[in-house]
T-cell receptor, first 114, second 117 residues
Framework: AQSVAQPEDQVNVAEGNPLTVKCTYS??????LFWYVQYPNRGLQFLLK??????LVKGSYGFEAEFNKSQTSFHLKKPSALVSDSALYFC????????????FGQGTELSVKP | KAGVTQTPRYLIKTRGQQVTLSCSPI?????VSWYQQTPGQGLQFLFE???????NKGNFPGRFSGRQFSNSRSEMNVSTLELGDSALYLC????????????????FGEGSRLTVL
């Protein structure tokens, strides 16, 4: 069965420091990987995706993620965190034979303090 | 371009009632998916529609149903509501053809928050 794990419920960083939000996945077949962000009482917003090609993917708001096939990971990173980055982050995976279905991780609450 | 619109945003129902939620996708998007978000179970896939046909379905009981109209608008219905159905129901639309359904990103609405008393 396909699954996504976000091992940290919460990540705390100081503004200006680099941040990492971890994600590992388990799928059969080639994975399509996504990161979404959710602000309070809002829907999810797309940040970036990996489909194929370069393992380092750049996305919105200065975020990037690195696909590591051997470690089955897709960690989200940002070189310098902002207070406004504080939100709930979701990693998700899809595969071709599952159509449009996304499997989401449980989410990681990112808190950036001034 | 208008985003995904969900109505109503908030609603309160009692056990045993039924509810219908509506979703208007981004113009030109033919794929609409529904997800349930709860604190305990997280985000779970309900179903996906493309050109009025259900393409995929999650592991939810038959009380949960949906449909899509010719203008791509979608509705989901939950009958015989239970307390555990209290959740944020998110609709998302996606561009692309049926052969490339899962490489494009989903665009989410702000959700319909259902409270069952």
């Amino acid at each position: 069965a396909q699954s996504v794990a976000q091992p940290e419920d919460q990540v705390n960083v100081a503004e200006g420091n680099p941040l990492t939000v971890k994600c590992t996945y388990s799928v059969s077949g080639n994975p399509y990987l996504f990161w979404y962000v959710q602000y309070p009482n809002r829907g999810l917003q797309f940040l970036l995706k990996y489909i194929t090609g370069d393992n380092l993917v750049k996305g919105s708001y200065g975020f990037e993620a690195e696909f590591n096939k051997s470690q089955t990971s897709f960690h989200l990173k940002k070189p310098s965190a902002l207070v406004s980055d504080s939100a709930l982050y979701f990693c998700a995976v899809a595969t071709y034979n599952q159509g449009g279905k996304l499997i989401f991780g449980q989410g990681t609450e990112l808190s950036v303090k001034p | 371009k208008a985003g995904v619109t969900q109505t109503p945003r908030y609603l309160i129902k009692t056990r045993g009632q039924q509810v219908t939620l509506s979703c208007s996708p981004i113009s030109g998007h033919r794929s609409v998916s529904w997800y349930q978000q709860t604190p305990g179970q997280g985000l779970q896939f309900l179903f996906e529609y493309f050109s009025e046909t259900q393409r995929n379905k999650g592991n939810f009981p038959g009380r949960f149903s949906g449909r899509q109209f010719s203008n791509s608008r979608s509705e989901m219905n939950v009958s015989t509501l239970e307390l555990g159905d209290s959740a944020l129901y998110l609709c998302a639309s996606r561009s692309g053809t049926s052969g490339a359904l899962n490489t494009g990103e989903l665009f989410f609405g702000e959700g319909s928050r259902l409270t069952v008393l």
